[in-house]
């Protein structure tokens, strides 16, 4: 098993540079810049993000020879009547003066070490950042990953154990139509609801928690947190249970219609006795293994609209930013950071296999 732990850990170093090496070369080939951004806000004309007039985001590494003073050959839109030298400094100052390829072996050089640099619009260090806003996402995605959980794994056993009953037929109903509402759009209606839209005003409607948080007691303070977190939680939770509770309901029901499960109520055994001796370890096993993974899923994708829905400033609303400001240390760092994350719950998926059923072995597989 050592092994093949140390085998996984060497292959994830190739696979993160492969995966920053193909975003780096994409983002070479799109419209726009940290540059550009800074020429609209010159020209009153900021809407997020600018084209360069040649179309090509390959142009961000324009030598320091290119004009500023506005004849012919600048290759930046709003570059024009600008004091001489005004772009090359701007190019210094965010390492643009280099080719792509030193950037890029630079960036990878201080990502190994774990430094990401600063943002090139909030004057912050990229670390601070997602530090600052990390408590946002993991309370999103580490409570609605628990109450999903909770739910999905006894529905999804109460519904192998009567399969085709009328039970497991109207609660088939009620998950498809969760599972069928987007929860963005389900976050509106909870707004609507319960946080003062249009009848009642339950719930707050912005924040994680209220102002004054530091002066409340700790049990004021747990149940202020909460109050501000139902609504978000039951937008994520009401789409996120179907797709655990009908993968458990069939792995139960592929264990329940085995021939080793006849052989046991052959011998007497009672239905209890059954599903939790013999059963719920191999039913289990692949839904304890996909808990690493279901993490980092809920927690770093899918509540970007659930974020500006409930103003919440976490890391899906910091990405998005990132990506509309073209702030690239942002960019490149988090996607360093969440693919590395997410190699490693990889591998930490794989050892629950084991952790849940000492009998399998990955000794004898290969990598990859």
């Known amino acids: 098993m050592l092994a093949y732990i140390v085998r996984r850990l060497l292959f994830i170093i190739p696979t993160l540079f492969a995966i920053m090496v193909v975003n780096f070369v994409i983002i070479q080939f799109v419209p726009g810049g940290p540059i550009e951004r800074i020429l609209a806000q010159i020209e009153g004309t900021d809407v997020g993000a600018t084209a360069r007039i040649s179309g090509s985001g390959s142009d961000m590494s324009a030598s320091s020879s290119s004009s500023a003073g506005g004849d012919g050959d600048n290759l930046y839109r709003g570059g024009q009547g600008l004091p001489d030298g005004f772009i090359e400094k701007l190019e210094k100052m965010y390492g643009l003066d280099k080719p792509p390829v030193e950037r890029f072996v630079l960036m990878m050089g201080k990502?190994?070490?774990?430094?990401?640099?600063?943002?090139?619009?909030?004057?912050?260090q990229v670390t601070d950042l997602i530090i600052e806003k990390m408590p946002v996402s993991v309370s999103l995605g580490l409570w609605t990953t628990i109450i999903v959980y909770i739910i999905s794994i006894p529905l999804g056993i109460a519904k192998a154990r009567r399969d085709g009953s009328r039970f497991?037929?109207?609660?088939?109903g009620i998950?498809?139509?969760g599972y069928a509402i987007p929860g963005f759009l389900f976050a509106i209606l909870l707004i609507v609801l319960f946080a003062g839209g249009s009848y009642w005003k339950f719930f707050p409607l912005r924040g994680l928690v209220s102002p004054g948080f530091d002066e409340m007691t700790t049990l004021q303070q747990i149940t202020d947190y909460f109050w501000h977190?139902?609504?978000?939680?039951?937008?994520?939770?009401?789409?996120?249970?179907?797709t655990l509770t009908m993968l458990t309901k069939n792995s139960f029901l592929d264990q329940i219609r085995s021939q080793y499960i006849t052989t046991?109520?052959?011998?007497?055994?009672t239905e209890h006795q059954v599903l939790y001796r013999h059963v719920f370890r191999n039913g289990m096993l692949i839904i304890i293994?996909?808990?690493?993974?279901a993490i980092v899923g809920i927690l770093f994708t899918g509540a970007l609209l659930i974020e500006i829905i409930f103003s919440l400033d976490g890391l899906g609303l910091l990405g998005y930013e990132a990506a509309i400001n073209r702030d690239y240390p942002v960019m490149f760092a988090t996607l360093y950071i969440f693919t590395l994350l997410?190699?490693?719950?990889?591998?930490?998926?794989?050892?629950?296999?084991?952790?849940?059923?000492?009998?399998?072995?990955f000794e004898s597989r290969d990598v990859g």
């Open 264 to 269: 046991a109520r052959a011998k007497g055994l």
């Open 289 to 293: 293994a996909g808990f690493p993974g």
């Open 175 to 177: 998950i498809i139509l």
């Open 229 to 242: 977190l139902t609504l978000p939680l039951t937008a994520l939770v009401i789409g996120s249970f179907a």
């Open 342 to 361: 997410g190699l490693i719950m990889n591998l930490v998926g794989d050892l629950m296999y084991v952790v849940v059923d000492p009998r399998i072995d």
């Open 168 to 172: 497991d037929v109207w609660t088939s």
């Open 111 to 124: 990502y190994l070490s774990f430094d990401f640099g600063e943002s090139a619009f909030r004057s912050q």
